[in-house]
């Protein structure tokens, strides 16, 4: 019985903190307003320029070698070629789709 009530208060502690953590973040947190802000931009079109030019095209050739040295080794499946052309089309054109969805939501 001792022990129950010992590890009781620890029960009660610990709620008390989570309505603390709680009631904290309801009064002290600000609105988020998305727009104008361009805090990322020149991080977003390194990283966009990066994947659309040498680096989509480093990314394809890795996942065709890795399909290449899969059918080397004996083993055949379908997934070998359609994982490397996957690639290349995104990374193509997936960079472009995914940046406007992005660009229009926010």
């Keep these: 019985m001792q022990s ?3 590890y009781g208060g620890r029960a009660e502690l610990a709620i008390f903190a989570l309505i603390a953590v709680i009631l904290a973040l309801f009064v ?4 988020a307003f998305a727009g104008a802000d361009t805090t990322f ?3 977003l079109t390194k990283f966009t320029d990066f994947l ?3 680096g989509g095209k480093i990314i394809t050739v890795l996942s065709l070698a890795g399909g290449i040295v899969a059918l080397a080794s004996g083993r055949f499946s379908m ?3 359609a994982i490397p ?3 290349g089309v995104g990374a193509g054109t997936g960079i472009p789709i995914v940046t406007s969805t992005v660009t229009a939501t926010i």
């Design 79 to 81: 997934g070998q070629i």
């Design 52 to 54: 659309e030019g040498s």
């Design 85 to 87: 052309v996957g690639v």
């Design 28 to 31: 002290l947190t600000g609105p």
């Design 41 to 43: 931009n020149t991080a």
């Design 4 to 6: 129950v009530l010992k």
